[in-house]
């Protein structure tokens, strides 16, 4: 993996070339010349323009059975959506590249990385976050299994492990441990609660 070294003051100073000065380089260019891309210094030296705000959609979306009217950026990810716009926080955002299963929540039943989809394309399906399973006072059977079980520590990964280990309940995982695990893959946890999780969806499951 690539490091990043920090620079002290002096050997940023020693390897930093000093500025050149704007008026004499646009001056030393001839008339009619032109830099290695073909622009002209002149153009080469102006400041970056402020980008226009972006232009915004209205998106419908159907979150743990209520519905929602937003005017999205059209690149907005379904996590930003959920997170940002409609402040339904236990979606978490780990990686926001599709490699640690945080962001997990069911579209039509079915379990998906929020942070890999645009919000725009889930207009009219049925979505589901950890606010729509359970609640304080009444935990879906697998929430309740992972207290029991102790099936997490910091409890950053939880919510995406829980979305993701109700929606195996209705796929066709086989019966071991192993086959748990292969299912919960996609699902990472820093603090290594695995073990606990694995015995608290056996348990919901009846495999235990
Ligand atoms: S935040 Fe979506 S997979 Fe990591
Ligand atoms: S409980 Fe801490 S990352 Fe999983």
Known sequence: MQQHVPQTSN?????????????ARES???????????????????PPVAPASAPTTPVELTVNGKNYSMSLDPRTTLLDALRDH????????????GQCGACTVHVNGRRVNSCLCLAANHEGDQITTIEGIGSPENLHPMQASFVEC??????YCTSGQLMSAVALLDEPVGPSDADVREAMSGNLCRCGAYQNIVMAIQAVRGKA
Not at 14 to 22: G, K, L
Not at 86 to 97: Q, Y
């Open 11 to 23: 050997a940023s100073k020693s390897r930093t070339p000093p500025a050149p000065d704007t008026k």
């Open 86 to 97: 409609l402040h339904l926080t236990g979606t978490k955002k780990g990686c926001d590249h």
């Open 28 to 46: 030393a260019a001839p008339e009619g010349a032109e830099g290695i891309n073909g622009s002209h210094a002149a153009e080469v030296l102006a």
């Open 150 to 155: 102790d099936g997490y520590q910091c409890g």
